[in-house]
């Protein structure tokens, strides 16, 4: 998968802290809406999630904070795969300001494939691990 455009949005004063950046709350949102968009690509959409009793959850998330986003700063996140097992997932989310194009955060995160009922890792569905296994991204190292 090429590194696509999975977020994009306005840094409104609000997410702002006592210092005047972007708050780290609010770059963990900016990621979390990143990696929806980016599972629904590969077939893990709310409906799917919905009818089949599957869920995603977080295990591990790594920020690195690079530069810092203003308000009235545009932000773009971009992803790919990295990785997918027979159950989770790894994934890389890169944070930048869009009118400079510097990058302002990198997000390295493993998410695990739920039975919502059982509350236990269950196997991803054949044809959502086949998609998955064509978007995943070369082996590169992962920006520090």
């Given at each position: 998968?090429?590194?696509?455009?999975?977020?994009?949005?306005?840094?409104?004063?609000?997410?702002?802290?006592?210092?005047?950046?972007?708050?780290?709350?609010?770059?963990?949102?900016?990621?979390?809406?990143?990696?929806?968009?980016?599972?629904?690509?590969?077939?893990?959409?709310?409906?799917?999630?919905?009818?089949?009793?599957r869920?995603?959850?977080?295990?591990?998330?790594?920020?690195?904070?690079?530069?810092?986003?203003?308000?009235?700063?545009?932000?773009?996140v971009k992803?790919?795969?990295?990785?997918?097992?027979?159950?989770?997932?790894?994934?890389?989310?890169?944070?930048?300001?869009?009118?400079?194009?510097?990058?302002?955060?990198?997000?390295?995160?493993?998410?695990?494939?739920?039975?919502?009922?059982?509350?236990k890792?269950?196997?991803?569905?054949?044809?959502?691990?086949?998609?998955?296994?064509?978007?995943?991204?070369?082996?590169?190292a992962?920006?520090?």
């Amino acid at each position: 998968m090429q590194t696509d455009a999975t977020y994009r949005g306005t840094v409104y004063p609000w997410h702002c802290d006592h210092v005047g950046h972007m708050n780290v709350m609010w770059y963990v949102g900016k990621f979390d809406e990143a990696t929806w968009n980016l599972i629904a690509r590969l077939g893990l959409t709310p409906s799917y999630l919905r009818e089949s009793g599957r869920g995603m959850a977080a295990v591990q998330q790594n920020i690195s904070y690079k530069r810092e986003l203003l308000a009235g700063d545009i932000v773009e996140v971009k992803s790919r795969l990295l990785a997918i097992t027979d159950k989770s997932i790894r994934m890389l989310h890169e944070m930048c300001n869009a009118e400079t194009g510097e990058i302002a955060a990198i997000c390295d995160i493993t998410g695990v494939h739920l039975d919502r009922q059982a509350r236990k890792s269950a196997s991803f569905a054949p044809d959502i691990r086949n998609t998955a296994l064509r978007h995943l991204s070369p082996t590169e190292a992962v920006p520090a």
